[in-house]
Each structure stands twice: as structure tokens, then as C-alpha cells.
């Protein structure tokens, strides 16, 4: 369903909710607590529900009581740890308010954050649906919006951002919700100028290493550990020159450590097959004494990084085979 179509029909497929905070890249999911929520929910809704998130409990102050985003998800059901990144899913499970919660997923596949300056407060945005005593509730099991309290998304500062086990949002601008959710013009690659998307197609898995002093780089000491970058790409050298360009000329510069190219392999059929080699890939490096520098960003020694990209190679060419 269009994101606009889910916003216009009635009523609207649109849904409120409460996180923690706003990390799609790592929690790809609307996570529930019990099997009757997440049937309710799905009952009452429809694939391509958007869900506007407000922050809530351990968020950042200046995102409680504030919407901060908004999910578009399936009616595709799991665990929450298929659909979160190895890294977030061990946080979640060691976080005296998260273990054990939230672990009955509903995947997403589109998100869009809230620009900071202008998220408005919960009880202006959704006057109609929320109040402090329904707030529970809300976060536990998810509302509908009105048709006026769906259409104030239109409104909003949208950027597009990137959910875990999708295909990687490349560059995304800041607009109003009426022009950030239109659909694109068709064609292989969006057209739509607030976000650009790798169309589907064969894709390589990556690792770039950041070249430079690791230790003044993170103001600590990183004895024999380097900050890599893990993904999946079309253009393994084209993503690591878009990195380069993004920092200031110095001391520092992004380099291709390993790809399918580097190794003289193909590219791997479609995204799905090497999303599952990123993801392996990010669970054997802290596995393996990796440390998490958000996103899919980490420090590694040497030997965690070729477990990582063995492992990785190994289980994108699994799922290329099914």
C-alpha cells in the first residue's frame, strides 16, 4: 500500500505508538509483548500501515513526548531478533527495560524520522487519540488515528532513513510528508528527489576500512583493532567514494577492504541473499570481540574482521541458492 493511500483512505491505515527511541537501521520492527496484541493489530490493519512513533520511557529528552517517526510495515510476523541487527537484538536482551519485551515482531519496510526542530508534541499532533491515561495502552498495543490526526503527516518534516533488513536508503533530504511519500516516477532507481534507493538487483557485500590513526580518531587507545564499515551495494567502490566525499580532506580516508569483486566473486543475485551475509556478518564480529560504533560501523582486530567476511560470504551464498 502507498503511504499516501494509507494516509487518505477511510478510515486511514494509520497507527500510533510509543518507542524508546527511533532506530530503524537496528529495530526493523513493531514489536509487541503478547501473541492477542499483535493479533489485534494486525486484525485492524492492513499491509503498508504507517505507524507514527512519539518517545516514551528511557528516549532522549528531547524526544519524550514528541513524535519522532514514523514506520510503514507488512503483516510479515517474527521473533523480534530476525528483524533486528545482532548488535541492538544483545543490547535489547542485557537492558533491565527491554529483556524479554517487545519480542513478538511485525516486520517494516520503509521509515522516516522526524526533523528534530520540528517534532510537535504528542498531545497536539494526536488530540483526538491520545491522553496521558491511554498511554500504556498505546504503547503496549498500538491506536488508530482519525482521519484528521493521519493527515497531519503531510505536514511533517520527513526524512527518509534506513530499516535493517532492507535495501539501504543512500542519501535522503529533509521535506514536508505530502512530498517525501509520494510515489516515485517508475523506473529502476527513484526519481523522487528527497531519497535516492539502490533498486533491486545483484548486490556485493563490503568492508571498508578507515585508514588513518585509529587511536586519535576515536580519542582512545585502539591497540591493534581498525574501524571498518559493513554492507551491501551494487558498487562496493562507489558506496566507499560517497563516504569519502562526506568527510573533509585530511588524515583519514575510507578504503574497499573486502567485496565479492576483491575476491573475484560475482555479486550475489538479489539484495535478500546478501542482507543475510550483512547480517552474519555483523553478528560474527561481536562474536568475536568486535565493539558496535553504531549502525554498521565497528572496531575489529584482523581476525574478527575474516571470521566476519568468511562467514558472511558463506551465508549470503546460502540463501543465493534458495
Given at each position: 500500500m502507498d503511504p499516501l493511500d494509507a494516509i487518505r483512505r477511510d478510515p486511514p491505515n494509520v497507527w500510533l505508538t510509543s518507542f524508546y527511541g527511533f532506530d530503524p537501521g537496528s529495530w526493523g520492527y513493531l514489536g509487541f509483548s503478547t501473541p492477542g496484541q499483535r493479533t489485534g493489530f494486525l486484525k485492524r490493519s492492513e499491509p503498508g500501515v504507517l505507524v507514527v512513533i512519539y518517545g516514551t520511557g528511557t528516549a532522549a529528552p528531547d524526544e519524550l513526548g514528541k513524535v519522532i517517526g514514523v514506520l510503514q510495515c507488512t503483516h510479515r510476523v517474527n521473533n523480534a531478533k530476525a528483524f533486528m541487527s545482532p548488535v541492538a537484538w544483545i543490547a535489547k536482551e542485557r537492558a533491565s527495560e527491554s529483556a524479554g519485551k517487545w519480542d513478538l515482531g511485525v516486520k517494516a519496510i520503509r521509515a522516516w524520522q522526524v526533523a528534530p526542530e520540528s517534532r510537535p508534541p504528542i498531545a497536539d499532533f494526536a488530540n483526538e487519540t491520545y491522553t496521558p491515561g491511554r498511554g500504556q495502552a498505546i504503547g503496549s498495543q498500538g491506536m488508530p488515528l482519525t482521519a484528521a490526526e493521519a493527515r497531519k503527516i503531510l505536514h511533517l518534516d520527513l526524512q527518509e532513513v534506513p530499516v535493517f533488513g532492507e535495501i539501504p536508503v543512500i542519501e535522503a533530504a529533509f521535506g514536508k510528508g505530502a512530498d517525501v511519500l509520494s510515489p516515485s516516477k517508475p523506473g529502476p532507481v527513484s526519481q523522487n528527489p528527497f531519497m535516492v534507493r539502490e533498486a533491486e538487483g545483484p548486490k556485493s557485500l563490503y568492508i571498508l576500512v578507515l585508514d588513518g590513526n585509529t587511536s586519535a580518531y576515536l580519542g582512545r587507545d585502539a591497540g591493534m583493532q581498525n574501524i571498518i564499515k559493513v554492507g551491501v551495494s551494487k558498487t562496493p567502490i562507489g558506496r566507499c567514494d560517497d563516504h569519502n566525499r562526506a568527510m573533509p580532506r585530511g588524515a583519514f580516508s575510507w578504503r574497499v577492504l573486502r567485496s565479492n569483486e576483491h575476491i573475484g566473486a560475482?555479486?550475489?543475485?538479489?539484495?535478500?541473499?546478501?542482507?543475510?551475509?550483512?547480517?552474519?556478518?555483523?553478528?560474527?564480529?561481536?562474536?568475536?570481540?568486535?565493539?558496535?560504533?553504531?549502525?554498521?560501523?565497528?572496531?575489529?582486530?584482523?581476525?574478527?574482521?575474516?571470521?566476519?567476511?568468511?562467514?558472511?560470504?558463506?551465508?549470503?551464498?546460502?540463501?543465493?541458492?534458495?
Open positions: 560475482e555479486p550475489f543475485p538479489n539484495s535478500r541473499a546478501a542482507i543475510e551475509g550483512e547480517t552474519e556478518m555483523k553478528r560474527v564480529l561481536i562474536a568475536h570481540g568486535g565493539q558496535s560504533l553504531s549502525g554498521e560501523f565497528f572496531l575489529a582486530d584482523d581476525h574478527a574482521i575474516e571470521m566476519a567476511w568468511d562467514s558472511g560470504i558463506s551465508k549470503a551464498t546460502e540463501w543465493a541458492k534458495l
